[in-house]
Nanobody, 125 residues
Framework: QLQLVESGGGSVQAGGSLRLSCAAT????????MAWFRQAPGKQREGVAA??????????YYVDSVKGRFTISHDKAKKTVYLEMKYLKPEDTAMYYC????????????????WGQGTQVTVSS
């Protein structure tokens, strides 16, 4: 089994920054892609960023709305994925979830088998 634990959420003003972390424990070889999703109240879960963590990995994927502002990275030794978020906007407010799974459709929630509990990000104007 693979367990994911997120941390780093919080409240910031628009234009601010946050870094989310997702630590993986257990059978980490169960997946070759890790991603961040978010879900705002009344909205569908949205893929934000993903990174290929398999052999020779490093490819990254982003939803258009965060390109140039968010950066996903992976520390293999620490088995941790990060999401660096800059120039935050009120519309970035959501619960952010870490996920692990395949990379066929990196930003599709249906490709991910393992999910964390989520961490809240709130951006005020």
């Amino acid at each position: 089994q693979l367990q994911l634990v997120e941390s780093g959420g919080g409240s910031v003003q628009a234009g601010g920054s946050l870094r989310l972390s997702c630590a993986a424990t257990g059978y980490t070889y169960a997946s070759n892609c890790m991603a961040w999703f978010r879900q705002a109240p009344g909205k569908q879960r949205e893929g934000v960023a993903a990174i290929y963590t398999g052999t020779g990995g490093g490819n990254t994927y982003y939803v258009d709305s965060v390109k140039g502002r968010f950066t996903i990275s992976h520390d293999k030794a620490k088995k941790t994925v990060y999401l660096e978020m800059k120039y935050l906007k009120p519309e970035d407010t959501a619960m952010y979830y870490c996920a692990a799974g395949g990379c066929s459709r990196p930003l599709s929630q249906y490709d991910y088998n393992y999910w964390g509990q989520g961490t809240q990000v709130t951006v005020s104007s």
